[in-house]
């Protein structure tokens, strides 16, 4: 099947969350999806599952994105399959809630490497067969956090930061060229994330990972940035109207809660 950017995929971070329900998204879309994960047991199942529905292909790529050598491992295994990607989500992230100086130091800098330097490598190393195509797509998920200075969560906050102005100026740059990009900015979603995190469960306002990528999915060719729910939109764009002094002030209440320090 051809759809509107061709025909071939990648999603990094596809073994769960989001990055899985974008996996099964596009390939019930009808493209072929090599989805990049570390754990090479949820991938084949993600991949023997898509496959007894009959609904796309999926290639997995066993990589660790944080790691020097990772794009490089994704690249290799895209070029050895002789497959050009027209879709690229950079999905896969990681935070660690709790103060800079108690946070283990080789897993914040691997934090850094995997949430901004592999988004930008993987942009790098496929955006240019888009352009030469004059036809592909880029989405880059970042979070509501990127935009509100986060005590306890600082570093992973300024990652997301990150992603949203790199996301944003890549926009900008890709205008006029066939290549659409969007950044989407999910809040609160159903995935492990909050787990690995060290964050406490909430009943409430959780989203579904399949929202976050309809909204981003649904935002693509239209927009710079989509952000997922009426709640993290009121959330993110009303920070704009707070003083910048008093907003630091309020996320650290909130965070001083969610760590139990009040």
């Known amino acids: 099947m051809q759809t509107p950017y061709g025909t071939t995929a990648l999603v990094t971070g596809a073994s769960s969350g989001i990055g899985e329900a974008f996996v099964k998204k596009l390939s019930s879309q009808g493209f072929t999806v090599v ?3 570390r754990r090479e047991d949820r991938l ?5 599952a898509i496959a007894r529905e009959g609904k796309g292909k999926v290639v997995p790529v066993i990589a660790d994105l944080s790691q020097a050598d990772g794009v490089d491992t994704v690249v290799r295994a895209v070029e050895a399959a002789g497959l050009a990607i027209d879709l690229l989500v950079n999905n896969a992230g990681v935070g660690y809630l709790g103060s800079v100086e108690t946070i283990d130091r080789d897993k914040t800098l691997a934090m850094i490497n995997l949430n901004c330097r592999a988004v930008v490598d993987m942009t790098h190393r496929f955006l240019p067969g888009m352009k030469e195509r004059k036809k592909g797509a880029v989405i880059i998920v970042s979070s509501v956090v990127g935009t509100i200075p986060t005590p306890w969560f600082s570093a ?13 100026g890549l926009y900008g740059e ?3 060229t066939g290549v659409d990009v969007v950044t989407v900015l999910p809040g609160l979603t159903q995935t492990e994330f909050q787990a690995g995190a060290g964050m406490r469960e909430y009943h409430s306002p959780y989203r579904k990972a399949e929202h ?3 909204s981003a999915l649904a935002a693509l060719g239209k927009k710079p940035i989509v952000v ?5 939109k009121i959330l993110s764009h009303g920070t704009r109207f707070i003083p910048r002094s008093w907003l630091v002030r309020i996320s650290r209440f909130v965070m001083m809660r969610e760590l139990g320090l009040r």
Request: hydrophobic letters at 40%; one cysteine or more.
């Open 35 to 37: 989805a990049v994960a």
């Open 156 to 168: 992973y906050s300024g990652t997301k930061a990150f992603d949203l102005y790199f996301g944003e």
């Open 174 to 176: 890709c205008l006029g």
């Open 44 to 48: 084949r199942q993600l991949q023997d």
């Open 212 to 214: 976050v990528v309809e």
């Open 228 to 232: 997922d729910g009426y709640f993290n």
